[in-house]
């Protein structure tokens, strides 16, 4: 779920003196003479450029993944401005850090101030950063946060429409043990329960099934044009014994019908600067489906 919505303006690099990056482990350092950035989210198929270096001086950029473990950098080297291009970066990194060292006195390094952007002849903006908390009236709505990416690539969720002050739950999520089954009749699958509130042929998302029908496997979960959540495990030897042999398992299903509630507390309207980012963060630093909308306001 999302706990926080983050602006950005158009230079996306803070810049932190008196530290440095490690070349062995991108573990954080202390230098009185270095100068660094925080964790900058980045696409990993756009270019990046860090301008305002001291070419006296040696620089390189790290990479990091979702959680922010360090994948590798590139070389350090004496350089003017740092290039970040789609062919240099991994495939897993979603943040980078650029960094500065190597100098003969901190009077070198004191006036160095970064610029992040897509251009390397942007002129220099101070750093600019807002983050303003989801209110937890939106946070505490039933299944908030969830959705389902579909096989064909679509995506279902739960929106919050803050615009208009309107939450659309479209998806649920239930446990087993709150579920009573029933032997099935039909020899592909041993169990069923009749799901009214799930919509017919839909697709639905379990950590223990897989929603493929490849009958080789034994682990299935479906839900049919009739409503009917469908279970394939011969492991199990009743229909008694579903809900409690897998208890605490969640099933995330697509609502039957959308049910539309009003909001008492929303995020009211955040500024963007031109050129600017706006950046969905949720606690657990994952990358996760979603739409931004943007309204200019004059």
């Given at each position: ?9 158009k ?6 003196y ?8 991108g ?24 301008t ?45 850090r ?24 942007d ?35 739960n ?43 839909s697709?639905?998302i ?47 299903y ?11 507390d929303?995020?009211r309207?955040?500024?963007v ?26």
């Amino acid at each position: 779920p999302v706990e926080s919505v983050v602006s950005v303006g158009k230079n996306m690099a803070d810049t932190i003196y008196g530290k440095r990056i490690n070349s062995n482990d991108g573990s954080v350092l202390s230098d009185p003479v270095g100068v660094m950035t925080s964790l900058i989210p980045i696409d990993p198929t756009k270019t990046y450029y860090v301008t305002g270096l001291k070419n006296t001086c040696m620089s390189f950029f790290a990479w990091y993944d979702a959680n922010g473990n360090y994948i590798n950098r590139n070389g350090g080297a004496q350089r003017s401005y740092l290039a970040i291009t789609p062919s240099d970066v991994p495939s897993n990194a979603r943040y980078i850090r650029a960094n500065q060292y190597g100098a003969t006195s901190v009077d070198v390094v004191k006036d160095v101030k970064f610029m992040m952007s897509q251009s390397p002849s942007d002129p220099y903006v101070p750093y600019n950063k807002t983050t303003v908390l989801v209110p937890s009236a939106v946070k505490n709505l039933p299944d908030y946060g969830l959705g389902i990416v579909k096989s064909d690539g679509s995506i279902v969720a739960n929106e919050v429409d803050f615009e208009n002050g309107v939450y659309y739950h479209r998806v649920g999520q239930v446990d087993f043990k709150d579920l009573t089954f029933k032997p099935a009749s039909e020899a592909t699958f041993t169990y069923y329960y009749q799901f009214a509130e799930a919509k017919a042929n839909s697709e639905c998302i379990c950590a223990k099934y897989t929603t493929s029908l490849d009958f080789t496997n034994d682990k299935i979960i479906n839900i049919n044009q009739y409503h009917s959540l469908l279970l394939r495990d011969t492991s199990i030897s009743s229909a008694g014994a579903v809900s409690t042999t897998n208890s605490g398992v969640k099933i995330v299903y697509e609502r039957d019908s959308v049910e539309t509630k009003p909001l008492t507390d929303f995020i009211r309207p955040l500024p963007v600067e031109n050129g600017g980012t706006l950046t969905l963060v949720n606690e657990h630093n994952l990358d996760m489906p979603s739409v931004i909308k943007y309204k200019k306001e004059v």
